[in-house]
């Protein structure tokens, strides 16, 4: 590698760092963990992330939104073909294919779900929590796969404990995005129908349905906090599950899995607030609570090598 091409990638992996920091900042903390020689492909992969979770929220029509997802799906088919393709996150992706075993798959499967959900129908809702389940695997714990592939992970038992903490993560991301989600498009995406049907969302015209969420004085109805509990719960059930795996996970699989601690913490942060996620203290420092006291948590977890 010349000059140049070493001046470039050491830029285009600055730009993935920022952009984790900016976009990501709980996992950014995660990610300062991990051993020196894994982060960058660490950091390249959430920052691929971040690039196909926010195209369809920067765009002013979805229609361009949904462009951008395929312009990486065209950018990832030209990776995975050796080509240089100009963007930052694009660059450092394919140092982190040419330098890690990492999977083709995952990649897709990422993006895959991210184009899918793009082109739903406009009034469609989900039908259960396990459809939000397989989106949150797709999505979140993907990025947990690949990640310990790049740290020459190889083990059944990290996988299992990584979907969980996916799911978890996918879940709790969904259910803290519902105030902005309802404020730019005035509706609720990602709740189920039959958890919004069971208490009292759910409002059927003709064939269409659309999730309502009621308001007194007091802020929205307790239906919306009910749902968003039973869902939490089912995001709680999947950390214990990965916990339980943890005296099998490999040693140097731990780190690669902290994302369970935010998880964790956004959580336990729902339900001192009654699962009222318009509450504004949710929104403050990380999940909710101080920035200092979250990295002392992440520290101490890093430390004793739990997740």
């Given at each position: 590698?010349?000059g140049?091409?070493?001046?470039?990638?050491?830029?285009?992996?600055?730009?993935?760092?920022?952009?984790?920091?900016?976009?990501?900042?709980h996992?950014?903390?995660?990610l300062?963990?991990l051993?020196?020689?894994?982060?960058?492909?660490?950091?390249?992969?959430?920052?691929?992330?971040?690039?196909?979770?926010?195209?369809?929220?920067l765009?002013?029509?979805?229609?361009i939104?949904?462009?951008?997802?395929?312009?990486?799906?065209?950018?990832?088919?030209?990776?995975?073909?050796?080509?240089l393709?100009?963007?930052?996150?694009?660059?450092?992706?394919?140092?982190?294919?040419?330098?890690?075993?990492?999977?083709?798959?995952?990649?897709?499967?990422?993006?895959?779900?991210?184009?899918?959900?793009a082109?739903?129908?406009?009034?469609?809702?989900?039908?259960?929590?396990?459809?939000?389940?397989k989106?949150?695997?797709?999505?979140q714990?993907?990025?947990?796969?690949?990640?310990?592939?790049?740290?020459?992970?190889?083990?059944?038992?990290?996988?299992?404990?990584?979907s969980?903490?996916?799911?978890?993560?996918?879940?709790?991301?969904?259910?803290?995005?519902?105030?902005?989600?309802?404020?730019?498009?005035?509706?609720?995406?990602?709740?189920?129908?039959?958890?919004?049907?069971k208490?009292?969302?759910?409002?059927?015209?003709g064939?269409r349905?659309?999730?309502?969420?009621?308001?007194?004085?007091?802020?929205?109805s307790?239906?919306?906090?009910?749902?968003?509990?039973?869902?939490?719960?089912?995001?709680?059930?999947?950390?214990?599950?990965?916990?339980?795996?943890?005296?099998?996970?490999?040693?140097?699989?731990?780190?690669?899995?902290?994302?369970?601690?935010?998880?964790?913490?956004?959580?336990?942060?729902?339900?001192?607030?009654?699962?009222?996620v318009?509450d504004s203290?949710?929104?403050?420092?990380?999940?909710?609570?101080?920035?200092?006291?979250?990295q002392?948590?992440?520290?101490?977890?890093?430390w004793?090598?739990k997740?």
């Amino acid at each position: 590698m010349n000059g140049g091409s070493s001046k470039s990638l050491k830029a285009a992996f600055s730009y993935c760092v920022q952009q984790v920091r900016t976009y990501d900042y709980h996992h950014y903390l995660c990610l300062l963990h991990l051993p020196h020689a894994s982060r960058k492909a660490a950091f390249a992969l959430r920052a691929f992330n971040i690039e196909t979770s926010r195209a369809m929220d920067l765009a002013s029509d979805p229609k361009i939104g949904l462009m951008r997802l395929l312009w990486w799906q065209e950018a990832l088919n030209r990776i995975h073909s050796g080509k240089l393709v100009e963007h930052p996150v694009a660059q450092s992706l394919s140092w982190v294919i040419s330098n890690h075993r990492i999977s083709k798959h995952w990649l897709k499967r990422s993006l895959d779900a991210r184009i899918a959900d793009a082109n739903r129908d406009e009034g469609f809702i989900p039908g259960s929590i396990g459809e939000l389940e397989k989106y949150a695997e797709d999505t979140q714990s993907t990025l947990l796969y690949l990640t310990l592939q790049a740290n020459g992970v190889q083990s059944t038992v990290a996988d299992h404990a990584a979907s969980h903490i996916g799911k978890a993560s996918g879940l709790v991301l969904l259910l803290k995005s519902i105030p902005h989600h309802l404020n730019r498009y005035g509706k609720i995406l990602y709740l189920p129908a039959d958890v919004a049907d069971k208490h009292g969302l759910l409002v059927k015209e003709g064939e269409r349905s659309e999730i309502r969420v009621g308001t007194s004085e007091m802020g929205p109805s307790g239906g919306l906090a009910d749902a968003v509990f039973e869902v939490a719960s089912v995001a709680s059930a999947h950390l214990r599950k990965a916990r339980e795996l943890s005296g099998t996970v490999p040693g140097d699989a731990n780190r690669v899995l902290l994302p369970a601690v935010p998880a964790q913490v956004a959580l336990d942060e729902l339900e001192k607030r009654k699962f009222d996620v318009f509450d504004s203290r949710l929104s403050k420092g990380v999940h909710g609570v101080s920035p200092l006291w979250y990295q002392l948590k992440l520290a101490w977890c890093a430390w004793r090598n739990k997740f």
